[in-house]
């Protein structure tokens, strides 16, 4: 389908900048550049949803909307992108356009099916008069539904009003229409309690790794060729005959202190390991952690707790490290959380994790990693990383496990630059999760059941770039924490009146439109 691409005449170029981000289901964000056709997006009412065309469009003019909870994750979109919006409360007019979008629903159901049609026989089967009828051509003209002529109405899009969204109070509007304190919908993401995950298969992390995996253990540097042997050689597997052989082995490799070392398959995501994963996520190198040594009371209780064995070195001042030597473990803090402070992340075994994990995980993060204090008059608990991806990664996983809503701001740049002999230093740029009490956000967000509604801080031209436009099976698709209409794939500019139609019908050639049969 992403042949038609090309053509937006029906004036449905709903596009994002290439560095927007965009929400991958499930738990992830991309770049609207790097989004395949094989991802799946996140719809209106949080489930996924197939993308079934993605095109790239050149020079468009966009627009950067800043959310007051998000300044660090804005959308920058072409002012034409429709924006999921709550409808103002206030006065008549809620009831009003919500009454009106309805009506729309009923011209566009008798619509359906037609490429063009006389409005008298559009007006008679929404039982209103032809007089009657003039100010909902204009609306849906506005919305890029149809095309009129005096007598007659080229469909260019029958797709109803999402009635979903409006039952909720929500409606799409164009970005170059938002105001600075719209509030703008994003679904509550969706957790399933029959998604939990009790253990973890470490045979996932090392199956290539040329180690030996049986049914129960993990064998440090052997051949899977022999993997049964080690069981029976430890006398924990009835598979392999009783035979000399396989005794004379076992006692050589005893003899030559050679017997293979090995880990359990199967990990238990116990609330032990939640607090030893946010510790390591916020303090860890590959085998050991760094802390203050206020700190260390905390941190033999969490390392005595896993049961692994340890050592805490002091250093200068107040700083110490507790390092381990277990490589099931090291292994496994790397695969759900990543390798180097700019490269850390969350990974979905985590998001799927038992809620006892996830809860101890998120308290020894921020212990590792938190502080608390004042930001924006309001008393906050903040974490701060250098990682952009583990700042989203915990906003969401905070949201989505414990239904909490934070915010990720970036810290401003250094005004003064540090100097090791006459040396600059460059300062990395750091991200700070902030979670305030929820109550202090009432000016900032609101929520109902199904969705969070954000609030508009700013609206300002970014600019010409190229855009992506990603048509979806929903036709709806969320940005980061912003729920937007995807783009429709036009049929072509033959079907408007014009050049085009009278190319397609010859005897209208040289007509004027208002004058159509």
Request: hydrophobic fraction near 35%; aromatic fraction near 14%; include cysteine.
């Amino acid at each position: 389908p992403t042949k038609y691409f090309n053509d937006f005449s029906r004036g449905n170029s709903f596009c994002l900048a290439p560095e927007s981000l965009v929400e991958v289901y499930p738990n992830k964000v991309k770049k609207a550049k790097d989004i395949l056709e094989t991802d799946l997006l996140v719809d209106k009412k949080g489930y996924p949803t197939k993308i079934q065309g993605i095109v790239k469009l050149k020079d468009k003019e966009t627009l950067k909307i800043i959310f007051n909870l998000n300044g660090t994750t804005p959308i920058t979109c072409t002012g034409e992108h429709p924006i999921a919006v709550k409808i103002k409360s206030t006065g008549t007019h809620k009831p009003m356009l919500l009454g009106t979008l309805k009506v729309l629903n009923k011209f566009l159901k008798a619509l359906e099916g037609k490429t063009e049609v006389k409005k008298e026989e559009i007006a008679l089967k929404v039982g209103k008069s032809a007089s009657g009828c003039t100010k909902f051509w204009k609306l849906l003209e506005k919305y890029g539904k149809i095309k009129t002529t005096k007598k007659r109405v080229y469909v260019l899009d029958t797709e109803l009003f999402d009635e979903y969204l409006l039952d909720y109070g929500i409606y799409f509007k164009e970005a170059k229409d938002l105001e600075v304190g719209d509030y703008v919908a994003y679904p509550k993401p969706i957790y399933n309690n029959s998604s939990v995950i009790d253990t973890f298969d470490l045979a996932e992390i090392f199956k290539d790794d040329g180690f030996a995996i049986t049914e129960n253990y993990i064998y440090y540097n052997r051949s899977q060729i022999s993997a049964e042997n080690y069981e029976y050689f430890r006398g924990e597997s009835e598979k392999i005959p009783d035979s000399f052989i396989y005794k004379a082995k076992w006692e050589q490799l005893t003899c030559l202190k050679d017997t293979p070392y090995r880990f359990k398959r199967y990990l238990k995501l116990s609330s032990e390991l939640g607090s030893f994963a946010g510790l390591w996520l916020a303090e860890g190198w590959s085998t050991g952690t760094a802390h203050h040594v206020k700190e260390i009371e905390v941190v033999n209780k969490i390392y005595n707790d896993i049961g692994i064995p340890y050592k805490i070195r002091y250093k200068e001042g107040n700083g110490c490290y507790a390092s381990f030597h277990c490589k099931w473990l090291a292994r496994f803090m790397g695969y759900i959380c990543g390798y180097g402070a700019k490269n850390k992340f969350i990974h979905d075994v985590v998001f799927n994790a038992p809620q006892e994990f996830v809860d101890n995980f998120i308290k020894m993060y921020y212990f590792g990693d938190g502080s608390e204090g004042v930001y924006d008059r309001r008393h906050v608990k903040a974490a701060k990383t250098v990682s952009y991806q583990l700042a989203l990664n915990m906003q969401k996983l905070l949201l989505i496990r414990q239904g909490i809503i934070a915010s990720v701001v970036r810290d401003a740049e250094p005004s003064k630059k540090s100097k090791i002999n006459e040396k600059e230093i460059k300062s990395g740029i750091s991200y700070n999760i902030y979670i305030r009490p929820q109550e202090s956000h009432s000016n900032l967000w609101r929520q109902d059941e199904k969705y969070i509604y954000w609030r508009v801080n700013s609206i300002e031209y970014s600019g010409s770039s190229d855009v992506y436009a990603f048509e979806t099976e929903d036709s709806t698709f969320c940005a980061y924490n912003i729920l937007t209409h995807n783009s429709k794939i036009p049929l072509g500019k033959h079907r408007l009146p014009g050049k085009g139609l009278e190319a397609y019908k010859p005897e209208l050639k040289g007509m004027d439109p208002n004058d159509y049969p």
